[in-house]
C-alpha cells in the first residue's frame, strides 16, 4: 500500500469535485453579524445627530489608521511608532492638492483639486514615502526599527513644522472638504430631494472607504500575500527558506500600510477641517499601537475594536459629561481616565491575553464550541509580537 | 513496514545518472569556529542520504549552506546542474529545495492548511494587488492549491487537523505537519534536520516509512540528518559521517557502523580496537 | 569664543543628564534585556515628587530628593515584581509595549494630580549661583550635574568591578541561563537593576528640573533622546552610554547655540532633531555603536 500518489494527479483528479474549501467560505454567523452591522448603520443614518456623527465618523477613521498598522505590524511584525507621520503625510498630500489656490504669499498652497484626486493621493504619496522607509526594515530589526520610526515622528515633526508653505507652521491649517458638484460636506446639502447633513455626508464617504479597506486587507491576509507577510512576522529566515522573498514582503506591507494610513490621515484632517502640525506626535503613534494591542493584533475586527476603544470611548465619555474635560489643573479629566485605561489594558491585555478583544471573543467562543474557530482570514489573531528575535535556536544546535 | 535496507532500492538502480548535488571542498567559518573543513561529496538523484555525526560536527552548518543561509568561505556547491552557492535564500523553493525545521514552533498562530500553502509559496504567483482584489486569477490559484495541500494533508493523516493552529498540535503531528509543509512545494531535494527528534519508537517508525515512501513514490531526493541511529541505519542508502568539521566516513550503513573512525568519533578512542563494541553502538535495524 | 565654550560647558551638563539617563537605561537592559520606555516618566515622578516635597510639605531639599527616589524606585520595584516577572521570555516589543503601558499611567497620573500648568522646580541653588571664567559662566546647577555624574559613573564601576552583586549583574547581562545555573539570583539582580536605574533617573530628573528652572509634564519626553544616546555608545554598553549621553548633549547645545546663523535654511528646531540625524547615521553605518560588541551575526 502506497501512501503517496505521484504528485499531479491530486491536482487533476480533485479539482473539479470540490467548489469551496475551508478558510475560502465565511461561516454563516459571519454573515449575520455582517448584516446586523449593515441594519445598525442604516438606522444610525437615518436616527442619529450630528454630534453622534462626530463620533463615528472620527471612530471609523481611527478604524482605518488602526487596520493600516495592523497590517504592518500585526500581521507582518515590522514595529512601528512613526504612524503618526504616515497619516501626517497623506493630510497634507490631501493639502497641497486639494487646498484653495493661494491669493497671498503667505498663505497655504493649495491647487484646488477634487476629492476624487486628493483622497488617493494622499495614500499614494504616503505609500511612496512608505517605500523609501521600507528598505530600512530590512536591515534593521526590533527594537531598532521602532527607535527608527519614532525618529521618524520626530523629524516630520520639524519638517512639518517648517514647511509653512503647505502646513501653514506651527499655527496650523485648514484642509479641504470633499464635494459633489456644488455641494461641499462641511454643509448640508439636499441630494435626490433629501437633506443631509454634514456628518451623514462624511459618513457616507468614510464608511464605503473603510469597508473596502477591510475587504481588501482580509482578502490579502487569506492568500498567499497574507501568508508570507505572516509568516516574516513569525520567522524570517524559515519563511525566506520557503521562497518568500523578504524584501518584496516588507516593502508590500509597508506601500499597504502607509497608503491607507495616508487616506487615513486625509479623511481625518478634512472631516475635523483645522489640524496642527503638533498634532501628528508620538502620542498619537502610541494611541493606535495601544489600539491593535486593545483590539487585537493581525484581525481585521481587532482593528475596529481597538480604534473604538482608544477612540471613540473617550468621545463617548466626553459627549456624556461623564468627567470634566481636562483643564490643565489636575483633576480625572475625561481625557485622563481613558489614558490610564488604555495604558493599563495595554500591559492586562499582554500579561494574560496578546490576542486582544478579538482573541479574548475567540477564547469564548472556543469554550463554547470546543474545538477550534477561524475566521477566513486564517488563524488567531497572533501575538503583534511573535518576532522572530530568537527563534534561531533550529540552527545553532547541531 | 519493511525497513531492512538489504532488499533492492530505487537508489542502487539509478547510479548512473548524474549527481543532484554535489559538494566540493566546502569550508564554513564563523567567529573563529570552523564548522566545516574540506567537505566534498555528491548525492544521486533520488537517494537517501544521512549525515550523521556527534554534536558540533557541522551537520546544521551543512543544512544553512544548502538552504543558503550561511556563505561558505570557500568551496562549491552544484545542484541539479547549476551553482547553488549563486542562489539566495528565498530562491531555493523555487529551484526545489525544501527543508524542516528541527525546532517546532515557529509559526504557532497558522493553521496547518496555510502552513503547507506557504510552502507552496514559490509555485504560486499571485501578488498583493491580485489578492486584494480577490480577482479571478487569484481564486482560481487558492482554490486549486488549496485542493492539492488538502489532498497531501490526506495522505499524511492531517485532515481532522487541517483548521488547527500549528501550535496546538501535539509535537509527533507538528513534526508531520512540517513535513507535509516540505513536501507541498514539490522539492527535488528535501533536507530533513531532525525529523524523528523526541520520537518514541512507534512515531519513529511512522515517520520512517513516510520517509522511505517518499522516496519510493516520489522519487524525492532526501537529506537526513539525525541522531537516531537505527533509524538512520534502516533506510539511509549511504552515511556521510562528520566529526569537528570533516567527513570521517562516507559509505553505505553497514560499512560505516564498523569504521574504526566512526567508532572513535563517537565513543573515544579506547574502544577504537574492541570490536565487540561496535555492534551496540548501532542497533541491529532489523528490530 | 566664550559662546562656544559657554556652550560647550551647557553641553556637557546636559549631557550628563542624558548620560543618567541612558545609564537607568543600560542598567535595565544589560541585565535583563528589557528596554525601558518609562525611564522618562519615572525621570519626571521623581522630579514632581521633589518639588512637591519641598513646596507642598516644606521639606528641606536633601530629604524631598530622598524621597524622590525612594518613591521612585518603589515604583521600579513593583513594576518589575508584579508585571514583567511574569513577561519573561516574551517577545521583545511585548515587553517594551509593557513599559510604555507603564510610562502612559505614570504620565497620566502626575497629570491628575498635579496638573499640567508649570510648576516651580526645586533647586538648592540660587539662580545665578555659580562662578564666572573669562566670559563663561558656570553654573552651580551643571557643575554639580557634572559632578555627580562622574561620580555615580565611578561608584558603579567600583560596583561592576569589585563587588559581588556587581559580579553578578556583569554575568546576568552575559547570559541569564548561565547565571541561573551557577546559583546567581537574578530576580534579585532585576530588582536591584531597577531599583538602580529607577534612582538615577530621579537624580536626572532634578538636576533636568532645576536647569530648566519650571516641571511641566513635557519633563519625561526629554528621556527620548537617551535612545540616540545609547544607540551611539552601544545598547550593551554601560560606559557607552554615558559617552553617548554627553555627546547627544553637545550635539544638542552647539547645534541650538549655532543654528539661527542657518535659520534661513534650516529653519526653527533643527537642534531637537539633531541626536536623531545623530542615530539614524549611526544606525547605517555602524549599528553597534562606538563601544557596543559586534553581535556574531549566527542567523
Known amino acids: 500500500m502506497s501512501v503517496f500518489k505521484k504528485p499531479g494527479t491530486p491536482l487533476a483528479e480533485s479539482t473539479h469535485a470540490v467548489k469551496r474549501t475551508p478558510g475560502q467560505t465565511r461561516r454563516l454567523s459571519s454573515w449575520i453579524i455582517a448584516g446586523i452591522l449593515v441594519l445598525a448603520s442604516i438606522l444610525f443614518f437615518i436616527v442619529a445627530g450630528d454630534d453622534w456623527f462626530a463620533i463615528v465618523n472620527n471612530t471609523l477613521i481611527a478604524a482605518l489608521a488602526a487596520l493600516a498598522l495592523n497590517v504592518l505590524s500585526g500581521y507582518t511584525g515590522q514595529i512601528s511608532l512613526g504612524h503618526a507621520f504616515f497619516m501626517a503625510i497623506g493630510a497634507y498630500t490631501a493639502a497641497l492638492l486639494g487646498g484653495m489656490s493661494p491669493s497671498s504669499p503667505l498663505d497655504p498652497q493649495g491647487f484646488a483639486l477634487p476629492w476624487i484626486i486628493w483622497l488617493p493621493a494622499a495614500g499614494i504619496v504616503a505609500a511612496l514615502v512608505g517605500a523609501l522607509v521600507g528598505p530600512t526594515a530590512l536591515r534593521l530589526k526590533g527594537f531598532y526599527l521602532g527607535i527608527v520610526t519614532l525618529a521618524l515622528v520626530f523629524i516630520g515633526h520639524y519638517i512639518f513644522l517648517n514647511l509653512s508653505a503647505v502646513t501653514g507652521g506651527s499655527p496650523g491649517r485648514t484642509f479641504p472638504v470633499p464635494a459633489i458638484g456644488t455641494n461641499t460636506f462641511d454643509q448640508q446639502n439636499t441630494y435626490f430631494g ?155 491585555f499582554l500579561l494574560f491575553e496578546p490576542g486582544g478583544m478579538v482573541g479574548l471573543i475567540g477564547r469564548f467562543q472556543r469554550l463554547g464550541r470546543k474545538k477550534a474557530s477561524f475566521n477566513a482570514e486564517g488563524g488567531d489573531p497572533a501575538e503583534i509580537t511573535d518576532l522572530s528575535s530568537d527563534n534561531h535556536r533550529f540552527i545553532h544546535s547541531e | 513496514m519493511n525497513t531492512s535496507s538489504a532488499e533492492t532500492h530505487p537508489a542502487k538502480q539509478i547510479a548512473s545518472a548524474p549527481p543532484l548535488l554535489s559538494v566540493e571542498d566546502l569550508s564554513v567559518r564563523f567567529a573563529g569556529v570552523t564548522a566545516l573543513s574540506g567537505v566534498s561529496f555528491q548525492v544521486l538523484s533520488g537517494e537517501l542520504f544521512a549525515v550523521i555525526g556527534p554534536n558540533g560536527a557541522g551537520k546544521t552548518s551543512l543544512f544553512n549552506v544548502l538552504s543558503r543561509v550561511y556563505q561558505p568561505a570557500s568551496g562549491r556547491v552544484a545542484f541539479h546542474g547549476g551553482d547553488l552557492l549563486r542562489f539566495k535564500t528565498h530562491q531555493i523553493a523555487r529551484a526545489g529545495i525544501a527543508r524542516t525545521f528541527q525546532n517546532l514552533g515557529q509559526f504557532p498562530s497558522m493553521s496547518v492548511l496555510d502552513y503547507l500553502l506557504l510552502g507552496r509559496h514559490a509555485r504560486m504567483r499571485r501578488g498583493l494587488l491580485s489578492n486584494g482584489l480577490y480577482l479571478g486569477s487569484t481564486r482560481r490559484e487558492e482554490r486549486v492549491n488549496r485542493v492539492y495541500c488538502l489532498h497531501l494533508l490526506d495522505l499524511l493523516g492531517l485532515t481532522r487537523q487541517s483548521a488547527l493552529p500549528l501550535g496546538s498540535l501535539p509535537y509527533g503531528l507538528q513534526k508531520r505537519a512540517d513535513l507535509a509543509r516540505a513536501l507541498a512545494g514539490e522539492p527535488r531535494l528535501l533536507l530533513l534536520d531532525e525529523p524523528v527528534a523526541g520520537m518514541n519508537t512507534e512515531e519513529t517508525e511512522e515517520i520512517a516509512a513516510m520517509l522511505v515512501e517518499v522516496q519510493e513514490q516520489l522519487g524525492v531526493t532526501q537529506i537526513l540528518v539525525e541522531h537516531d541511529m537505527a533509524m538512520v541505519m534502516g533506510i539511509a542508502d549511504r552515511v556521510l559521517v562528520l566529526d569537528f568539521g570533516r567527513i570521517i566516513a562516507l559509505d553505505s550503513p553497514a560499512e560505516v557502523q564498523a569504521h574504526p573512525d566512526v567508532i572513535k568519533a563517537y565513543l573515544g578512542e579506547a574502544f577504537e580496537e574492541d570490536a565487540n563494541i561496535s555492534p551496540t553502538l548501532f542497533p541491529d535495524p532489523g528490530q | 569664543m566664550a559662546y562656544f565654550l559657554q556652550l560647550t560647558f551647557a553641553g556637557i551638563a546636559l549631557g550628563s543628564i542624558y548620560a543618567l539617563i541612558s545609564l537607568g537605561f543600560s542598567l535595565i537592559f544589560k541585565s535583563s534585556g528589557v528596554i525601558n520606555f518609562a525611564q522618562g516618566e519615572l525621570l519626571l515622578v521623581g522630579a514632581y515628587i521633589v518639588a512637591a516635597g519641598v513646596f507642598e510639605w516644606h521639606l528641606p531639599f536633601l530629604l524631598a530628593l530622598l524621597l524622590g527616589i525612594v518613591v521612585t ?76 555624574t562622574i561620580v555615580l559613573c565611578a561608584l558603579l564601576f567600583g560596583f561592576f568591578r569589585f563587588t559581588r552583586y556587581g559580579l553578578a549583574m556583569r554575568a546576568t547581562a552575559l547570559d541569564q541561563e548561565a547565571a541561573l545555573a551557577v546559583g546567581i539570583p537574578i530576580r534579585r539582580i532585576y530588582a536591584l537593576a531597577w531599583g538602580m536605574a529607577a534612582g538615577i533617573a530621579t537624580l536626572g530628573g532634578v538636576f533636568l528640573a532645576i536647569s530648566s528652572f519650571v516641571i511641566t509634564p513635557t519633563l519625561g519626553s526629554a528621556a527620548l533622546l537617551a535612545f540616540p544616546a545609547i544607540i551611539l555608545g552601544g545598547l550593551d554598553s554601560v560606559s557607552g552610554a554615558v559617552v553617548g549621553g554627553i555627546i547627544i548633549g553637545l550635539a544638542l547645545d552647539i547645534t541650538a547655540g549655532y543654528e539661527s546663523a542657518f535659520a534661513s535654511v534650516l529653519g526653527a528646531g533643527f537642534h531637537d532633531i539633531m541626536p536623531y540625524l545623530i542615530m539614524i547615521l549611526v544606525l547605517l553605518i555602524r549599528p553597534y555603536g562606538l563601544f557596543g560588541s559586534r553581535k556574531v551575526e549566527r542567523l
Open chain 1, 194 to 348: 433629501v437633506l443631509l447633513t454634514s456628518g451623514q455626508q462624511y459618513f457616507l464617504l468614510i464608511l464605503p472607504v473603510l469597508v473596502l479597506a477591510s475587504v481588501f486587507v482580509s482578502n490579502v491576509m487569506r492568500s498567499r500575500t497574507g501568508r508570507a507577510f505572516r509568516a516574516v512576522r513569525d520567522h524570517e529566515v524559515g519563511a525566506s527558506m520557503m521562497g518568500v522573498n523578504l524584501f518584496e514582503a516588507k516593502m508590500g506591507a509597508f506601500l499597504l500600510s502607509s497608503f491607507l494610513a495616508g487616506i487615513a490621515g486625509a479623511l481625518f484632517a478634512s472631516y475635523n477641517s483645522y489640524v496642527i502640525p503638533d498634532y501628528w506626535d508620538l502620542t498619537l503613534s502610541v494611541q493606535f499601537v495601544a489600539a491593535i494591542i486593545i483590539g487585537g493584533a493581525a484581525s481585521v475586527w481587532g482593528s475596529l475594536l481597538g480604534a473604538a476603544f482608544v477612540f471613540g470611548l473617550p468621545q463617548v465619555i466626553d459627549h456624556f459629561s461623564l468627567l470634566p474635560p481636562p483643564s490643565g489643573n489636575g483633576g480625572l479629566s475625561s481625557g485622563d481616565l481613558n489614558t490610564l485605561l488604555y495604558g493599563a489594558l495595554i500591559i492586562l
Open chain 3, 73 to 148: 524606585v518603589l515604583i521600579g520595584l513593583l513594576f518589575e515584581r508584579v508585571i514583567l516577572r511574569h513577561m519573561i521570555g516574551r517577545p521583545t516589543f511585548s515587553i517594551l509595549m509593557v513599559t510604555i503601558g507603564l510610562d502612559t499611567i505614570l504620565l497620566t497620573s502626575v497629570i491628575v494630580i498635579w496638573g499640567s500648568q508649570p510648576l516651580p522646580a526645586a533647586s538648592p541653588f540660587g539662580v545665578t549661583s555659580g562662578f564666572n571664567l573669562d566670559g563663561v559662566h558656570f553654573a552651580s546647577n551643571d557643575l554639580w550635574t557634572i559632578g555627580i
